[in-house]
């Protein structure tokens, strides 16, 4: 085989960040699956009741998806009783996301999960790693416009 084929996977930093990304994925999924959310609920959850937002676009920007993920997702939340969805004031055309008592009940159960996790990576680097690391991840994203349309 010829060195300019050469394509060794597990030396790449992608798929090196790909496996760390889905590690500790798997490890919030597998907690927040016995309080009935998903990540990109949980994430929307966060996005409505932490951060403030609630126009559906501002929520998509916020968790990093597409617009037509997020009302797909939004829709199936205000089944389940999480949040609801009300025509905007003054202009019926825009919509105003809320959470809900049980969606806001969701978020004060399922943030130890997402503190346990987060403190289970940051436990595995030495002081200062964890500043060093954001700062890098920071970079590596710095300048992308790329939509992540699968969540």
């Known amino acids: 085989m010829s060195v300019d084929r050469l394509y ?3 030396a790449s930093l992608g798929y090196q960040l790909s496996l760390t990304s889905r590690m500790q994925e ?3 999924d597998e907690k927040l699956k016995t309080l009935g959310l998903t990540r990109l609920s949980w994430c929307i959850l966060l996005a409505v009741e932490n951060e403030g937002l609630f126009r559906p676009s501002d929520i998509a920007d916020f968790v990093g998806t ?11 939340m205000e089944a389940d009783g999480l949040i609801r969805r009300e025509s905007g004031l003054g202009d019926r055309r825009t919509t105003h996301v809320a959470a809900t008592a049980l969606g806001r009940e969701k978020v ?3 943030t130890p999960y997402a503190r346990e996790n987060s403190a289970w990576m940051a436990s ?3 002081d200062g790693e964890e500043a060093v690391l954001r700062r890098l ?3 590596l994203r710095s ?7 699968r969540f």
Request: aromatic residues 0%; charged residues 40%; glycine residues 6%.
């Open 66 to 76: 597409d617009r037509t993920a997020t009302s797909r997702i939004l829709r199936g």
């Open 143 to 149: 300048g992308e416009v790329i939509s992540l349309d």
């Open 8 to 10: 060794r996977l597990h």
């Open 137 to 139: 991840l920071d970079k």
């Open 26 to 28: 798997k490890r919030l």
């Open 108 to 110: 004060t159960d399922a």
């Open 124 to 126: 595995k680097l030495a």
